[in-house]
């Protein structure tokens, strides 16, 4: 029915979130049998011309010049020469389907062109750097924003747009200096740790050590930028279930705790809350109260979360949610 | 019954989890196979087994006068996402402190209060009590069935 007309498919197209019925992928192994067109008579009628209705239909998925030169396209093409095409059989199932445009090389992956001459004791092809990537003449820098250059270096190394990198929620919680004993004498530097997240499941800690006291800080915000991960959340405001860890001296408990109960903890477990985007949390430190501690103690308890799913599949039993699924999450 | 014993159980199977041995022995005794398969029940570990001190029976023996003393139960342990199943495990009741509770009291411990001393149960924690049914029961079967019992261990 559409086979001569394939712009006709859009028209008997699905509305959007439909299920798809099926779990079942496609057969790779088509049979040879199936690769052929099936025999139509050649008393089928020609295709009508397409309605007015239709032209405007097919209008919301193509400007006017595309669609001028579809419908060009389709009527230039005889429709029985259309009816016999067919594909090249795939005799090779497995075969990668490449999705890189490999007409242009890629600075890491492609090895390099020209001559190359061997020298003993080093490698033909030259190891990638990554700072080669990092420098301004490789890449396109917007240095009239007025960003920081280390914005664009960390939106590199992990991914983030430079956009993004603006909007994270980044703050210094522990700075103190600190003295290395050398042939020179007492070399004093400033140690920072900073935190950094989005608010909505990301978050790390970075550390940063200088002789001067804004140029720590930069590097603290970096490091906790590039040391972000997800961490899960329930319910995207609170942890699972209840904490009790010991990470070096300090004993920290955190505890989850029912929507709008707010964020009662001490100072340093509050900011790392925000930016992860934790709402409704309770924490008690023991032991030792470092600031320094706390911050790592903290971090490493909300990424040894234990997910409900995971001890299901364990325990190969059903964990269900007593007030999602009785109380409809009224409790 | 005797809770020392339940103590040592309770210690080993931390310390066979931390260690990664699939399989470990356990002193055979009455309460200990009733535990023991109340935790297969519930996913903890994989299989219970009779056997004596060197390995799990290959074909079932009678437990006689001469073989008491090396009878022994092997129990193997799961591991799942590079993590053991069965963490921690327990004792609520002590040798020198026994704790009763009826189902009142289980039933705030299951919702999630504590009731007297005893902490309330977290997603998945498990807790056993004997029972005058004559089996180990789990908190929350206790509280479907309207019945309490003497608070043995908790697991997770």
């Known amino acids: 029915m559409n086979v001569a007309r394939p712009l006709r498919r859009l028209l008997q197209i699905p509305p959007r979130g439909a299920r798809q019925l099926t779990t079942t992928t496609l057969n790779p192994y088509h049979h040879r049998r199936t690769l052929k067109a099936k025999p139509e008579s050649y008393t089928t009628p020609p295709p009508s011309p397409y309605t007015e209705g239709e032209i405007s239909k097919l209008s919301k998925y193509y400007t006017d010049t595309q669609l001028a030169s579809l419908l060009a396209g389709e009527s230039a093409i005889d429709p029985t020469h259309f009816h016999h095409r067919h594909r090249q059989p795939d005799h090779d199932p497995m075969k990668l389907k490449y999705l890189d445009d490999l007409s242009t090389l890629d600075p890491i992956l492609d090895a390099p062109s020209g001559p190359q001459t061997y020298t003993p004791g080093h490698p033909l092809q030259p190891i990638p750097r990554l700072d080669d990537l990092l420098t301004p003449s490789a890449s396109t820098t917007n240095s009239s924003t007025g960003d920081p250059p280390w914005f664009h270096e960390v939106s590199l190394r992990t991914g983030f747009s430079v956009a993004e990198i603006r909007r994270l929620r980044t703050k210094i919680l522990a700075s103190h200096s600190v003295v290395n004993q050398t042939h020179m004498g007492k070399i004093r530097r400033i140690y920072c740790l900073a935190v950094a997240g989005n608010g909505n499941g990301l978050v790390g800690i970075g550390e940063g050590k200088s002789v001067e006291h804004s140029e720590a800080q930069r590097i603290a915000t970096y490091m906790a930028v590039r040391n972000m991960m997800p961490v899960p959340r329930y319910e995207d405001r609170t942890i699972f279930g209840n904490l009790d860890i010991k990470v070096g001296a300090v004993e920290l408990k955190l505890f989850s705790r029912p929507p709008g109960f707010g964020l009662r903890t001490s100072q340093y477990i509050f900011e790392i809350a925000k930016c992860l985007g934790l709402s409704d949390l309770s924490a008690k430190v023991s032991r030792s109260r470092n600031p320094m501690n706390v911050c790592k103690a903290t971090i490493q308890a909300l990424r040894s979360q234990k997910l409900p799913e995971t001890i299901a599949r364990g325990r190969g039993k059903k964990l269900v949610d007593v007030r999602k699924v009785y109380y409809n999450g009224a409790v | ?156």
């Open chain 2, 1 to 156: 019954m005797s809770l020392v014993n339940l103590g040592h159980f309770c210690s080993h199977m931390q310390n066979a989890s931390r260690a990664g041995l699939s399989i470990t022995a356990i002193m055979s005794s009455k309460l200990h196979l009733g535990i023991a398969l109340a935790l297969q029940d519930h996913g903890f570990i994989s299989s219970v087994t009779r056997g004596d001190s060197a390995g799990p029976d290959a074909e079932e023996t009678p437990t006689t006068q001469e073989n008491i003393a090396t009878r022994r139960l092997w129990i193997s342990l799961k591991y799942y996402d590079n993590e053991p199943v069965l963490s921690k495990m327990k004792l609520v009741s002590k040798p020198k402190k026994r704790i009763h509770m009826g189902i009142q009291g289980l039933q705030k411990l299951v919702a999630g209060e504590q009731h007297g001393f005893v902490q309330p149960l977290e997603a998945g924690e498990v807790m056993l009590l004997s029972t005058d049914r004559g089996v180990i029961m789990e908190a929350r079967q206790a509280v479907e069935r309207r019945i309490g019992g003497q608070l043995l261990c908790r697991v997770r």
